[in-house]
């Protein structure tokens, strides 16, 4: 396969392994137990995507708060928070049930302060609202 076809991972020694990197255009699924790496691995790809190769990134998160993510991040080195605030970066707290928890405001509510989400009172609760900044 061409170079050209592959999107390499920049994680050391995966690009070894998969001959270059991810084939272009697939669609990919990390599956294991917990503890198996499976939220490093995405977030390592994600990171050295937007710093080596500048190509923004966007995280999907079902369980795991983005406070927490960018929290663990920072062991690593990784600036989670500071690619937010360069638009480079976007996460997205939501459940597969589908209501939406990503804060509207995320430079005024702010991930790192903890965040709670709670139902809003005007709505059933599948609508959430922040719980500092009040935006849905």
Not at 51 to 70: A, N, Y
Not at 88 to 99: D, M, V
Request: aromatic letters at 8%; charged letters at 20%.
């Amino acid at each position: 396969m061409a170079e050209s076809d592959l999107i390499r991972t920049g994680i050391t020694g995966l690009d070894d392994i998969l001959w270059g990197g991810f084939p272009r255009n697939n669609v990919l699924l990390v599956e294991g137990v917990a503890g198996t790496g499976k939220t490093l691995l995405g977030l390592e790809f994600v990171y050295r995507g937007i710093t080596e190769h500048h190509e923004p990134g966007i995280i999907v998160t079902f369980e795991v708060s983005p406070w927490k993510l960018i929290r663990d991040a920072v062991a690593f080195g990784w600036d989670l928070e500071g690619l937010q605030e360069q638009n480079q970066l976007k996460i997205i707290f939501t459940s597969p049930q589908g209501s939406a928890r990503s804060c509207a405001r995320p430079t005024v509510c702010s991930w790192k302060s903890r965040t709670r989400w709670t139902p809003s009172a005007s709505s059933s609760t599948a609508s959430r609202s922040c719980a500092r900044c009040r935006t849905r």
